[in-house]
Each structure stands twice: as C-alpha cells, then as structure tokens.
C-alpha cells in the first residue's frame, strides 16, 4: 500500500485540526490580557528532545503561544533546577513549563516533575496531574499518551469493550495511555519486559499500543488481522550508507499488509503530541485564569483592576 492507502492513520491532519482551534483560543486570551506562554526546559543535549523541542517552537509560533527554551548544561545540579522552576511558578507570564525527557541520571526527574505547579503541568505528569487521569478527568493528560489515543478515535472503532494491548508501561507513555481507554471504557491489557508471551497477548487486540524503544519488535505474526496499530517508538536508525532514519517499533512493511490501520512514524503519533501540548497550555491558561477569577472576584483583568476601583 501507498502512504495514501487509507489504512495510513496520518497525525497532520488531527494536528492541524487542534492547532486551528488552539489559535482561535489563544488570539482571545491574548485579547484579554493573558497571553499564553510556554517555556520549555532542556538539559544536556539528546536528540529526539531536539526534534520535539523544534516542532514545539514552530507549531507555538503558527499557534500564536509564546515560546521560551531554556537549556541548562548536562551538569546542572538538581537544586539550580528546583530554583529555576520555582522562579517559573512565581512568574505570572508563564503559562506552563515542560521537562524535556530525558535528563542526565544525577536528576531525579519525579522530584524536578513535582517542583512544577500543577496548575502550569502543560506535561500532565505531575503527580496531581497523573491523579486526575485516574479519576477520570482526562482533559489534561501526559502529551505522547493523549496524542496516541486521539489517533486511535480517528478510526472511529466503539472504545466500549475494545480490546486493547498496550505494550511498554513506563510513566509518560504506556500507563497513562492505560488509564486514558480504561476510562474511555476499553479492556486493557499491558504488556512489558517481563510478560511471558508478548506474542499470546498481542494477537488478540483490537488495538495495538506500542511503546518501547525496540525497532520493529513487532511484525505481522503479532497482529490479528484487522486491528489498529497505533507505533509510538522513536528509534534511529543507520542505514547501510551511513544516513539514518527515524523508525517505530512496528514492522510497518510486514504489519501493515495484516492491520486495518496503522501509524506511519514518522508522520503518526509525533506531529498530534505537538499539538496536544499546545492544547494543554490552553486548557492550564484556562485553570489559571479561573483560580484569578475565584480569587479575586473581579472582571477578568490581569491587573489594575481592584487599584482602580
Ligand atoms: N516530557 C517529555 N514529553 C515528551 O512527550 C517527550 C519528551 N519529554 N522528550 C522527547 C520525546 C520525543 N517526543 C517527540 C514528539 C514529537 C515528535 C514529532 O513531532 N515528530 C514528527 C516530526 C519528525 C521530524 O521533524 O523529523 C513526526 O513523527 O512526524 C518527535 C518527538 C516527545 N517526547
């Protein structure tokens, strides 16, 4: 099949569709008085940060929310960190701060995650925030996990009682795409490194989740025929001549002759979670703006307002 097959589930056009209203959204908050601004925080230098941290910037731009990169070098302390975010918190023109994972192993990532204010968690991984997940609150979740379940919709399969398989169970990605369908009302299984037959499980699901980080780990034996495979693996490959590409984890040549749908990588998951970023600083501008409002039982002015008066 051709990347114009129907069974391409492509993120663009999803993407373009979130960014198109996030705009709308911003302009007006912008209007009155609450710009929206993200701040992104890098250490160290990875690459698949790089990439996400410039389509950040570029779809911010045409979403008209301001963007600010701040890199630290690898060997930031974990305290220089804490203050800097702090600093963020406190700063009324900051509208949400994301981490870029990874950072170096001396960082604790859960204690910098946790110094984020849960109401400027555009991330969705604070504590709080995963909390809310859990109790069925899902207009706030971890970027890549929302993301792949908005892709899994435009199939337009019933989540009530869908099968699902999610393979790989770490905190950003595969538990909180769990939580997501098990509130959508899905039956979900996870699966991990030490799963006895990954094989076993994952040929009965409606929908395949996967990721894990390990290039085409899963080929077409894997797949019930008909099924969704939704790849959210990143992987870098090198070729041959010494150029490399970005691959998932899915064997898309083989799978996608079995799967009704499945997720081109690049040009699947990634572009969505961009935009799912972008939509959750709005809906933390929103929180925000709200807490002012209760605060201060004012018309919805950033300031002057009560000096006014
Ligand atoms: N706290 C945190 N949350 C994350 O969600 C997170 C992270 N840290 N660290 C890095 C990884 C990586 N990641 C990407 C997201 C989108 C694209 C993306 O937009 N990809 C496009 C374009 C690729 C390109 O331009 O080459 C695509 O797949 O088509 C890439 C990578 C999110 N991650």
């Not at 799912?276 to 703006?289: E, G, Y």
């Amino acid at each position: 099949m051709s990347t114009s097959d129907s069974r391409y589930l492509r993120g663009g056009p999803v993407a373009q569709r979130i960014i198109d209203s996030v705009r709308v959204a911003a302009a007006e908050a912008r209007n009155e008085g609450f710009p929206p601004k993200l701040v992104s925080i890098t250490v160290g230098d990875v690459d698949a940060v790089d990439v996400y941290v410039r389509n950040q910037r570029a779809k911010a731009g045409l979403a008209g929310i301001d963007f600010e990169e701040r890199r630290f070098p690898a060997d930031v302390t974990a305290r220089e960190l804490e203050a800097a975010i702090h600093g963020m918190n406190a700063d009324p023109r900051v509208t949400g701060i994301i981490i870029q994972r990874p950072v170096p192993s001396h960082i604790p990532v859960k204690a910098l995650q946790s110094a984020v204010h849960p109401l400027k968690d555009v991330e969705g991984m604070h504590p709080a925030s995963i909390g809310n997940i859990v109790y069925n609150q899902l207009d706030l979740a971890p970027c890549t996990a929302a993301a792949s379940v908005e892709l899994l919709k435009e199939t337009g399969l019933d989540l009530k009682g869908l099968e699902v398989v999610v393979v790989g169970h770490s905190e950003i990605v595969g538990k909180p795409i769990a939580f997501l369908l098990m509130s959508e009302g899905a039956t979900v299984t996870v699966c991990h490194h030490m799963t006895r037959s990954l094989a076993v499980h994952a040929r009965r699901a409606d929908a395949l989740f996967v990721a894990v980080g390990k290039p085409r780990l899963i080929k077409a034996d894997m797949v019930k025929p008909g099924a969704a495979v939704i790849d959210i693996g990143i992987n870098a490959e090198t070729l041959p001549d010494g150029t490399s590409r970005i691959v998932g984890d899915v064997d898309t040549e083989s799978v996608k002759e079995v799967a009704s749908w499945i997720t081109p990588v690049p040009g699947g998951v990634g572009p969505i979670t961009v935009a799912i970023l972008l939509r959750n600083t709005m809906v933390a501008l929103n929180r925000q703006r709200e807490l002012y409002r209760a605060s201060y039982a004012v018309g919805d002015q950033p300031q002057g307002r009560i000096a006014a008066e």
